[in-house]
């Protein structure tokens, strides 16, 4: 199939140390292959055309065939001529094989396959008149401007294409066998003008309700053919056999009858519940099992029922929980290791932690660990893993859509989705999942809330979101909970010299004891305070930790292996000393303490924070002491806030329930009523307030980011105000940054070097005053900082 001399055309430019690059035709069966695997994933979506499949691998086939154009060959470097950019859309090239190539099907089809064509690299609308989008390209062209702008293109470069992409599309059942047809630059030209055309017509203007789901299905198209692309490109396998099988409920009995124990009622009513679920039981009492052997029975069901392989998305709230549930899977529950896929945005940095534990790695080591790092980060993008654990705003990402977002809107599609303690107390994130948890339903979706309190508000919340019914599983009626707590109401502040002082007794009777303040200025005080006598008492550097949200990486994940060393759940050495923290230590770690001092939260949060306390029962009932809060104002915002933090009315109402139960001895079952109580939905009460705010959200994230009137608007300035949804951005301290530039410049200025540097990066507040440096395009702060205390005062 030579042309262009004796060069046969390419779809990249060369890479690596190879002289060429990769055969237009070869890229073209591989890309094919790969939306052959997509659609065996995905399987039936529950509405749409059944010929969806058919689509995807005929656009995902044909995408990059617009690259035949001289233009495009030079500009990747295959002519004899000097390399210079075309700066033409090769997939509107493209659209000119396609009335040819598929003659025999029906134009709606055609139409269908082109869109999946030529949206697979930028957006065909531009919504702010932007130059990317290809419709004022060449939305205005006449057939002989437009074909002006594609210069020369070889005659027989494109027979010889044709010839070679009908017989390969016929093999693989995309048409019909025939004849090779004949195709020549000018009807090739004059074709890709006209179904510009009519795509143009289709889908410039907002669809009409008589399209129904037609802009939905024509972004999941996109995100079939763009997923296919980039997998292609990448060359990387993908994950076909799912590592949640049969053999785990095997494994699992035979581990609990090892120790005399069998699957409890819960979790076997999990195991053969099909559709959605409650899952509520007591902490310890094996809900992550219960909510794998739910999961493992529907992905049969779904199977079954063509819903193709789902992938499982277990989601949870915080990073380091997210890191910890990740070797859990792999090397315990699933025996899977390197199967399970990390998603979140710092997932590169867990990795290179994960590589570097064991080691004080030079620059060589650390460069070739991040390389690795990277290439398993990439593979988790390029959707390989059938398990993935991350937050819930990594699939939410998908609604942005587009290029860049589509293929994770269609990767959710069929799926399976485990949440693990949703939190209610945030009505605004709350709301913002339920309406994904609602569209994720209508693309097939099954869910697993699971948690060890679930008020009754929360479950109704989620059962409007859905459309399916919604099945309740907790303990048979009888069950004898255990209760672990005994609850201990102070009237002084966490920091006050009262509460210091009872401190200071349980440090020196050698308890492991765990102070948990609302805010980190508190948690750095009380740290600065209690650390040298608990170091004195145990006479060792680790029996005093401070853990809160803003220190740099790479000494967070250091801190983290320090409490799992000393505080994990299980160890048979029980350890006294003191952990300070914030909430990250809520659902973060598996450890158990003696006791816990806390300052007053929501409920919901106090219950995750007496979880860290005798976490197994095996011990008798251990304090849980709550502290009153201190309500401040906070800038910008009316009333008043726990420590500057929660909103006060749930906070006081916590606070008026857990005065009337001081020193009783409590479980979680009491700690469900009691959350009824808060979130009740009477009117005129806070909980009819809470759920009026979590329905507006709802309905505002649907409007603003799942409407499909204007599939393939441009939807990048929609991402800054998705961004703005989750407060936070990062930072390096200006001390840093001499060697931030140092870790930047490692292997060339390249993304694995940029991963080092991003070690030395501190989380922040979005409203926190930070310098941008141009030169190393990151935020700068002038503040207090070390290894041991983290941020203390910002200075600019």
């Known amino acids: 199939m030579a042309a262009y001399g004796a060069r046969l055309p390419r779809a990249k430019s060369p890479r690596g140390r190879r002289t060429t690059g990769e055969l237009l035709t070869d890229h073209s069966l591989t890309t094919l292959r790969r939306a052959d695997t997509i659609a065996a994933r995905i399987g039936q979506l529950p509405f749409g055309h059944r010929r969806f499949a058919l689509r995807l691998r005929a656009a995902a086939f044909l995408h990059d065939t617009g690259k035949v154009a001289y233009g495009l060959q030079r500009q990747i470097g295959n002519t004899a001529e000097p390399a210079e950019v075309w700066g033409e859309r090769h997939e509107v090239l493209s659209l000119g094989f396609l009335p040819t190539l598929l003659a025999a099907l029906p134009r709606q089809e055609v139409l269908w396959i082109a869109t999946g064509v030529v949206t697979h690299h930028r957006p065909l609308t531009g919504g702010d008149g932007r130059r990317h989008a290809l419709l004022p390209l060449y939305g205005r062209d006449s057939a002989e401007e437009f074909a002006r702008k594609f210069g020369h293109i ?4 494109v027979q010889n294409l044709t010839f070679w992409l009908h017989t390969t599309a016929a093999e693989a059942g995309l048409i019909p066998e025939g004849p090779p047809p004949t195709l020549t630059p000018e009807k090739l030209l004059k074709d890709a003008h006209t179904l510009f055309g009519e795509l143009s017509d289709r889908w410039e203007w907002s669809l009409g309700p008589e ?49 005399g124990y069998t699957l409890r009622p819960h979790q076997t009513e999990a195991a053969n ?4 679920v409650f899952i509520r039981a007591w902490t310890g009492s094996g809900k992550t099992e219960a909510a794998l052997l739910w999961a493992q029975h529907n992905l049969q069901d779904m199977t079954a029922s063509g819903q193709g392989t789902p992938r499982l998305f277990y989601l949870l709230p915080y990073l380091a929980a997210i890191n910890s549930m990740v070797r859990r899977l792999e090397e315990g529950e699933l025996q899977a290791v390197g199967q399970v896929g990390v998603s979140h945005s710092h997932a590169a940095s867990y990795y290179l932690s994960r590589a570097l534990e064991d080691d004080c790695a030079d ?10 790092s990277l290439a398993q980060e990439n593979a988790t993008r390029l959707f390989r893993e059938l398990i993935r654990v991350g937050t819930p705003y990594q699939p939410l990402r998908g609604a942005l859509a587009g290029p860049n977002h589509s293929s994770v809107l269609l990767d ?3 799926s399976l989705f485990i949440l693990d303690e949703l939190h209610a107390y945030d009505p605004k994130r709350l709301g913002m999942i339920l309406a994904m948890m609602s569209f994720w339903e209508s693309l097939g979706g099954r869910f697993a809330i699971v948690s060890a309190t679930l008020p009754d508000a929360l479950q109704d919340a989620i059962r409007d979101a859905l459309t399916q019914d919604v099945h309740l599983v907790e303990p048979p009626d009888g ?22 002082t009872e401190m200071v007794g349980r440090i020196e009777a050698g308890e492991a004891l765990l102070i948990v303040a609302n805010n980190r200025p508190n948690a750095r005080a009380l740290y600065r305070k209690l650390g040298s006598i608990a170091r004195r008492m145990h006479g060792d550097q680790d029996a005093a930790i401070l853990l809160h949200s803003r220190f740099r990486r790479d000494h967070r994940s250091t801190i983290e292996d320090r409490i799992r060393a000393r505080y994990h759940n299980g160890q048979t050495e029980r350890q006294g000393g003191i952990l300070v923290a914030t909430q990250t230590v809520e659902v973060s770690l598996d450890v158990d303490f003696d006791t816990i001092h806390t300052t007053c939260a929501p409920m919901d949060a106090l219950c995750q924070r007496f979880g860290r306390v005798n976490r197994s029962g095996a011990r008798p009932p251990a304090d849980v002491i709550v502290h009153t809060p201190v309500y401040l104002p906070r800038r ?57 705010e979590v329905e507006q959200a709802a309905d505002q994230f649907t409007e603003a980011f799942l409407n499909w009137d204007e599939p393939f608007r441009d939807r990048s300035l929609d991402k800054e105000d998705f961004d703005a949804m989750f407060d936070g951005k990062e930072a390096v301290l200006i001390t840093d940054q001499t060697e931030y530039a140092r870790r930047l410049a490692i292997d060339n200025g390249r993304r694995p070097g940029r991963l080092l540097a991003e070690d030395l990066l501190i989380p ?20 207090e900082y070390d290894e041991e205390n983290g941020l203390g005062k910002i200075r600019n």
């Open 363 to 372: 620059d060589t080591e650390a460069l070739a660990a991040a390389r690795v």
């Open 479 to 500: 069950t004898v909970f255990p209760r672990r707590h005994r609850l201990l109401v102070r009237e002084s502040t966490l920091t006050s010299t009262e509460a210091v």
């Open 636 to 692: 910008d915002e009316t009333g008043l806030f726990a420590d500057g933090v929660y909103p006060k009315e749930p906070v006081a109402l916590a606070w008026q329930i857990l005065r009337r139960h001081h020193s009783d001895v409590i479980d979680e079952p009491m700690i469900t009523k009691w959350l009824n109580e808060i979130y009740s939905t009477t009117p005129g009460s806070w909980g009819a307030a809470w759920r009026d």
């Open 273 to 276: 519940t099909t559709g959605h």
């Open 412 to 414: 959710t599609a069929n």
């Open 764 to 783: 922040v507040a979005g409203n926190t005053r930070t310098t941008w440096n141009e030169q190393l395009k990151v935020n700068t702060i002038d503040a």
């Open 154 to 157: 070889d005659a027989d470069a």
């Open 211 to 259: 399209d129904g789901v037609d802009g939905l299905l024509a972004v999941l198209l996109q995100g079939g053919v763009t997923m296919a692309d980039r997998m292609a490109s990448a060359r990387t396998p993908v994950h076909q056999k799912h590592p949640l099988t049969p053999a785990y409920r095997q494994r699992l009995e035979q581990r609990l009858h090892a120790h």
